[in-house]
């Protein structure tokens, strides 16, 4: 690996654990109302969807199916991690059957 490329890497690596930390800190200064828990409990919502639109409207029907896995599977068991997890195997099967 390219010394800039590890160096780009370990960079990001700490200012990510910045932010989180940070945020970890910063948390005990707001008064946890109910708007803020709902807010908080939205987030990881949001965030999966921000991850997973681009790669649902640009990807094809491997993708398309590990979505609709992803998300019956969600309606079924509210398993977030379950439903990821079966739609990425999804996802791999598909690719190594369809063309």
């Known amino acids: 690996m390219r010394p800039d490329v590890l ?3 370990l960079l990001l690596g700490v200012v990510s654990y ?7 800190f910063l948390m005990q200064y707001v008064t946890v109302t109910p708007r803020v828990k709902a807010w908080l409990r939205s987030l990881p919502v949001a965030l999966t ?8 409207f640009n990807g094809g029907p491997a993708e398309w199916l ?5 998300v019956g599977l969600m ?3 509210s398993n977030e991690f379950l439903s990821a997890i ?3 195997i999804v996802v791999v099967l598909a690719r190594a ?3």
């Not at 910045?18 to 970890?24: E, K, L, M, N, Q």
């Not at 590990?66 to 992803?70: E, F, K, Q, S, T």
């Open 7 to 9: 160096q780009a890497i």
């Open 18 to 24: 910045a932010c989180r930390i940070s945020g970890f």
């Open 49 to 56: 969807g921000s991850i997973v639109a681009p790669l649902a």
């Open 66 to 70: 590990g979505l609709a896995a992803v």
């Open 75 to 77: 309606r079924l068991t």
């Open 86 to 88: 079966a739609g990425v």
């Open 97 to 99: 059957v369809l063309p």
